[in-house]
């Protein structure tokens, strides 16, 4: 079912709807743009539907290019001004980059590529009957020059700590260093805080657990569910660590205003790593703990010493 139709379904009489094709993934020309146009003209809002052909991806389907494809970028900002809403649903088996969307659409659903009920389930998210609460598994970057980008990323020498400050840093000097949607983000119709971080235990022997504990609010108007991601940094090993590892997440449902204490369980093997020996092992040392809505947005921190 399309998107299209999955509207008309939802709504049914309540609401007209108008199609325009407007272009093709492969179209090189824009004469679809004035039939696009006219009907955002006449439109309270926008739907547009753009991305990649469900065969541009998978084995042996790699793009040197992977900005959408065709006019669509232009299309959209043909109707975006227009001055009417637009919210954009981006159907891709990739991350893409779409910086000009991503400044200007008033809204995005990134749907991947989704089944034959996926018109009816785009359509529960839009008409906002459902909450979403998906958080990317990778990072988005914002051109090709960044690949490739991860959050997980081992520390240099001279690393960026201010974004306006790049002098002699390991940083690109015609682009944020950032990607352009982070490794575990993800937006809802509600809100979420973080709060009152704690450890039942700030140092531990190896082989000890330690567990990590905090409260969550739902600080909006809706009931919705938020993905709660735990971060630990390695400070000091004998072999390099990334800046944030991923250690733990929970995914919590809470109603306006209702407030959850998630606790986290960090184990012995959640604060190993793979040595020079090729074997698992874990070093006495500092650790930092992180708790967020995402790699980017880190909003408790703590220490944790581990003790021979």
């Known amino acids: 079912m399309s998107v299209y139709e999955g509207l008309q379904h939802k709504f049914g009489d309540q609401t007209k709807f108008t199609y325009a094709q407007g272009t093709t993934v492969s179209d090189s020309s824009t004469a679809g743009f004035s039939a696009a146009i006219a009907n955002a003209k006449k439109a309270d809002a926008v739907v547009m539907v753009l991305g990649e052909t469900w065969d541009m991806s998978g084995e042996s389907k790699s793009r040197t290019d992977i900005s959408l494809p065709g006019k669509q970028e232009e299309l959209f900002n043909a109707i975006k001004a227009t001055g009417k809403p637009v919210i954009v649903v981006v159907m891709a088996g990739r991350p893409l980059v779409f910086n000009s969307i991503a400044d200007k659409a008033d809204a995005i659903v990134y749907a991947w590529f989704l089944g034959d009920q996926g018109g009816n389930a785009i359509a529960n998210v839009l008409s906002g009957d459902y909450n979403p609460s998906g958080k990317l598994p990778m990072s988005f970057p914002r051109n090709v020059g960044q690949i490739p980008i991860f959050y997980n990323y081992y520390n240099t020498g001279r690393p960026v700590t201010k974004p306006t400050d790049i002098r002699y840093r390991s940083a690109y000097i015609d682009s944020p260093n950032d990607p352009r949607f982070a490794f575990g983000y993800g937006l809802s119709y509600t809100t979420f805080a973080y709060s009152n971080l704690k450890l039942d235990q700030t140092a531990i022997n190896k082989g000890e657990k330690v567990k990590v504990s905090f409260t969550l609010t739902n600080t909006g108007k ?12 390695d400070k000091f090993a004998s072999v390099v660590r990334p800046v944030k590892e991923l250690k733990d997440f929970a995914k919590v449902k809470l109603n306006p205003g209702e407030s959850k204490i998630i606790t986290f369980e960090l184990t012995p093997a959640k604060l190993a790593f793979y040595q ?14 992180m708790v967020g809505g995402s790699s980017d947005a880190i909003k408790l921190e703590g220490n944790l010493e581990l003790r021979n």
């Open 222 to 233: 809706v009931a919705g569910e938020e993905v709660a991601q735990l971060y630990i940094h």
């Open 276 to 289: 020079e020996k090729l074997g698992w092992t874990t070093e006495a040392g500092d650790f930092k703990i």
